[in-house]
């Protein structure tokens, strides 16, 4: 028993798991029924062929499609350059005043009842202030972001820092810990998994509100030239961005599993 | 108690009450107690579950203040936890994100021990209790004895002059438990520390103390002690031994004593 879960183990890292890839293939094969038989129109919908050669020319370049042609690093770039740098600005500021919340009773009474009532503000509400504050272009996006990432980072580190069991902190005090020691090696080794989690939730909020950022009118990125492309109905180009963000942002969610999978102690219980 | 018992005994604890407030209107766990453990001694406290043992031990832990009373350690009043004291907790308290080597080194890396140091150290001690083929384990990956002696590494590596045990090996099956009991003789015999330790286990108690006081409930307070005459070492061998049955008789009144006087206490004050 144990040796069959062993090999399966093993063996499922070495092939390609395929189950995943069943549901999009069965959207990819309706998706290309409905076109080819005619059954929705091409302003609506473009087959599924158009789209993939749309997507490879916005990639390469190779075939001349349109003003999109070979674009795709520029944008592409400039969106995930916005979310690095709101989302980091999210975790900069969140993780540290969510453990303070989590371990200061006095940190909680200041912080908490402030963060939460702004929480309550939609993150989409703060995109007209944002616009007078900080015009169109990269700065508002990157503040847009940096808020919607912050609340469930900061209330998951809050969370980590309040859930440390209390026999830890005992532990740690009767072998000598300073206060300062138990911040530092209980409280944010403990805290870890969950801030994890927060990490996790705060860079999928941050795709979200690069696109509500990007679709004010800034000249480059995944955001921007879907909107464009829409005012030229360019419909292909649309669903293209869309695709592009649905990858890029599952890639980053996977890079920063694998940062925090290296950070996190290997055998935590 | 005079100064010259606090003065002579390592830890004293004098008239000492806990209260905790609750919905219910709150309840003394502790009244008037008062015991004294001297330096060297290995003392244990037996009572029910519930009559406040690891109350107590927390209040010499210093992990909480008394509301009544005094705990003395050293003849200076407790303020706090320090490494002086050394607890082992009922429940698990190793570090899950530290190896178990990691764990042992946690109080020397705190004292500023240079890391290679430490290790040696820690190895040592790990090899005291058997876990140095461990070291790189974590605690997730032990049995419960095995994260008992890493425990015990743990604290020994700090060198205390006192142990505090909260039934330590009372999740443990039969044969670990008295595996624990011996090695734990063993190490007391060569590191010779102070050991207050409590258990619900009669035999526990008798097998491994000097002395043993009887602990009632509600509220926890000492009815008796004993001295346990049974020779040292002690081997498996005493654990049936007619001494040990008679200690152990006598405790066992004094238990069901206490437990009858507290359930027609009950039945005065509650009709019902
Ligand atoms: N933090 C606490 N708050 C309220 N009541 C407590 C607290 N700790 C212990 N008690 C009560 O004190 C009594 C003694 O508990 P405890 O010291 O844990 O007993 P033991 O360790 O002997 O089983 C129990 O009735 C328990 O409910
Ligand atoms: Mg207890």
Redesign the interface.
């Known amino acids: 028993m144990a040796d069959r879960i062993a090999s399966r183990s093993v063996s499922s890292r070495r092939r390609l798991d395929w189950l995943p890839f069943v549901l999009p293939a069965a959207v990819g094969l309706a998706w290309a029924t409905l076109s080819y038989a005619g059954r929705v129109p091409e302003y609506l919908l473009p087959a599924p062929g158009q789209v993939a050669v749309t997507a490879a020319d916005f990639v390469t370049g190779l075939w001349h499609c349109g003003p999109y042609s070979g674009t795709f690093i520029r944008h592409a770039l400039a969106s995930i350059e916005r979310v690095a740098l709101g989302f980091s600005l999210a975790t900069v500021v969140g993780v540290p005043l969510g453990l303070l919340t989590g371990c200061s009773d006095a940190a909680r009474r200041v912080l908490d009842l402030t963060v939460h009532s702004v929480r309550a503000i939609p993150g989409i509400g703060w995109l007209p202030i944002a616009m007078v504050w900080f015009g169109i272009g990269t700065p508002t996006t990157v503040f847009l972001i940096a808020l919607a990432a912050f609340f469930p980072i900061y209330v998951n580190a809050a969370l980590g820092a309040r859930s440390v069991r209390p026999l830890w902190i005992r532990a740690a005090q009767m072998l000598g810990a300073s206060r300062r020691d138990l911040f530092v090696t209980v409280i944010i080794p403990a805290a870890l998994p969950t801030v994890a989690d927060g990490l996790r939730l705060g860079l999928g909020i941050s795709w979200a509100y690069l696109v509500l950022g990007e679709l004010t009118g800034v000249p480059d990125g995944l955001g921007a030239v879907m909107m464009d492309a829409r005012m030229m109905g360019y419909v292909q180009i649309i669903l293209v961005a869309m695709l592009s963000i649905a990858i890029l942002g599952r890639l980053s969610d996977l890079a920063l599993m694998a940062l925090l999978r290296r950070l996190l102690p290997p055998r935590f219980a | 108690m005079d100064t010259g018992t606090i003065q002579s005994c390592h830890i004293v604890i004098d008239k000492v009450g806990k209260y905790f407030a609750n919905e219910n209107g709150g309840l003394w766990a502790l009244r008037d107690l008062s015991l004294c453990v001297r330096r060297g001694e290995f003392l244990c406290v037996v009572g029910p579950s519930g009559c406040g043992k690891t109350t107590l031990l927390s209040l010499v832990?210093?992990?909480d203040t008394p509301t009544e009373g005094q705990v003395y350690c050293s003849g200076q009043p407790v303020t706090?936890?320090?490494?002086d004291?050394?607890?082992i907790?009922q429940?698990d308290?190793?570090?899950?994100?530290?190896s178990v080597a990691g764990n042992v080194c946690?109080?020397l890396h705190?004292?500023g021990i240079p890391r290679r140091q430490a290790t040696q150290q820690a190895m040592h001690f790990l090899e005291l209790v058997g876990l140095q083929e461990f070291a790189a384990y974590?605690?997730?990956?032990l049995s419960g004895g095995m994260k008992q002696r890493a425990a015990l590494a743990?604290?020994l590596a700090?060198r205390p002059q006192a142990l505090l045990m909260d039934e330590p090996f009372g999740a443990l099956d039969a044969l670990s438990r008295m595996e624990m009991q011996q090695l734990l003789l063993t190490i007391w015999r060569e590191l010779a520390p102070t050991i207050l330790f409590v258990t619900h286990d009669v035999d526990e108690a008798i097998f491994l103390a000097d002395r043993v006081y009887v602990m009632t409930a509600r509220p926890g307070r000492i009815c008796r002690q004993l001295q346990v005459p049974l020779p040292r070492p002690r081997t498996a061998e005493v654990l049936t031994s007619q001494g040990l049955m008679d200690i152990k008789h006598e405790v066992l009144n004094l238990l069901l004593e206490a437990n009858a006087q507290a359930h027609s206490r009950q039945r005065i004050v509650n009709p019902l």
């Open positions: 832990a210093g992990f706090g936890p320090g490494p004291r050394g607890v907790f429940e308290a190793l570090f899950p994100w530290l946690y109080a705190r004292r974590f605690p997730g990956q743990r604290v700090n």
